[in-house]
Nanobody, 114 residues
Framework: QVQLVQSGGGLVQAGGSLRLSCAASGNIFSADTAGWYRQALGQERALVALINPGGSTYYVNSVKGRFTISRDYIRNTLNLQMNNLKPEDTAIYYC????????WGQGTQVTVSS
């Protein structure tokens, strides 16, 4: 059973930066596509970014040019660097990995104040 443990997040002013990390108990990020999702208050969970085993990335339009998804194979971590944050980025962020996103992190709050 793979476990994903998230770190990072917190409160930041608009225009600031935060970095989220997701540490896996196994070498899962090289086997399947992994990604970051977010759920704002009162909304459904939504995709933010994906990275496949080949390193190709995908971002939703609202975060393109501001967020960067990456993997660290040595540390078995999935990362999300978030720059130029906006109040609308406020949400609980989740990492997901494994076939069909079968494994999820515990979630971490990101709050961006205006």
């Amino acid at each position: 059973q793979v476990q994903l443990v998230q770190s990072g997040g917190g409160l930041v002013q608009a225009g600031g930066s935060l970095r989220l990390s997701c540490a896996a108990s196994g070498n899962i990020f090289s086997a399947d596509t992994a990604g970051w999702y977010r759920q704002a208050l009162g909304q459904e969970r939504a995709l933010v970014a994906l990275i496949n085993p080949g390193g190709s990335t995908y971002y939703v339009n609202s975060v393109k040019g501001r967020f960067t998804i990456s993997r660290d194979y040595i540390r078995n971590t999935l990362n999300l660097q978030m720059n130029n944050l906006k109040p609308e980025d406020t949400a609980i962020y989740y990492c997901a990995a494994g076939r069909g996103s079968e494994y999820w992190g515990q979630g971490t709050q990101v709050t961006v104040s205006s």
